[in-house]
């Protein structure tokens, strides 16, 4: 049963750029979160999603971050206009759903802005 | 609002002794609360939780974890500490649910250092 899946590993953009970063779920799960974690800090929780719906964003910085779960294929986290601030590694987690449910963390993005 | 505390940023323990990483939390209801560790360029691993029930939980890799309500605090433990549990804990946090969010707020992390 594999695990959470986030693609790319490793993502260099210079400023002005776009990022996308993908994230699969586990098999079965249909609540995907995402989470940023800058260095030397915790994670914070960016954006709660189920397939085509967006539950909970009030992580999400209002500008130039968006994320989406389609019906079909992984979710995307969007950065716009990247900044050298973005430069983070960005967590994906999914969960069944359940309320006591742990969240399944995949290996993370780590994003780089030039 | 929940948040949770780590008071210690590093944990120094010899191999063989007992460790303890220290959490304390804030939820308006009842804590959902969890533990996880992260190895170097890793993503995070799940070791364990506490949602109701007995306060002494056990988890993975020998780890346990103690809830006391009364003092806001999930302290995770292991009696016997290995070269190999060397990495960063972090404690989580979550409000029981009354419908929609399911977001988890993670303390700052402690760095847990096991040496021969």
């Known amino acids: 049963n594999a695990g959470v899946m986030q693609n790319p590993r490793h993502l260099v953009r210079r400023r002005g750029q776009e990022a996308r970063l993908r994230c699969s779920p586990m098999k079965g799960h249909s609540h995907v979160y995402w989470y940023r974690q800058l260095p030397e800090e915790g994670l914070k929780f960016m954006v709660y999603l189920q397939k085509e719906n967006i539950i909970d964003e009030s992580g999400m910085p209002k500008e130039r971050f968006s994320a989406e779960f389609p019906k079909e294929g992984p979710s995307i986290l969007r950065i716009q206009q990247v900044v050298r601030g973005d430069s983070a590694a960005y967590f994906c987690a999914s969960s069944p759903g359940l309320a006591d449910n742990e969240q399944f963390f995949g290996p993370g993005t780590r994003l780089t802005v030039l | 609002a929940q948040s949770v505390a780590q008071p210690e940023d590093q944990v120094n323990v010899a191999e063989g002794n007992p460790l303890t990483v220290k959490c304390t939390y804030s939820?308006?209801?009842?804590?959902?609360l969890f533990w996880y560790v992260q190895y170097p360029n890793r993503g995070l691993q799940f070791l364990l939780k506490y949602i109701t029930g007995d306060n002494l939980v056990k988890g993975s890799y020998g780890f346990e974890a103690e809830f006391n309500k009364s003092q806001t605090s999930f302290h995770l433990k292991k009696p016997s500490a290995l070269v190999s549990d060397s990495a960063l804990y972090f404690c989580?946090?979550?409000?029981?649910?009354?419908?929609?969010?399911?977001?988890?707020?993670f303390g700052t992390g402690t760095q847990l250092k096991v040496e021969l």
């Open positions: 939820v308006s209801g009842n804590p959902y």
């Open positions: 989580a946090v979550r409000d029981s649910p009354t419908g929609g969010g399911n977001k988890l707020t």
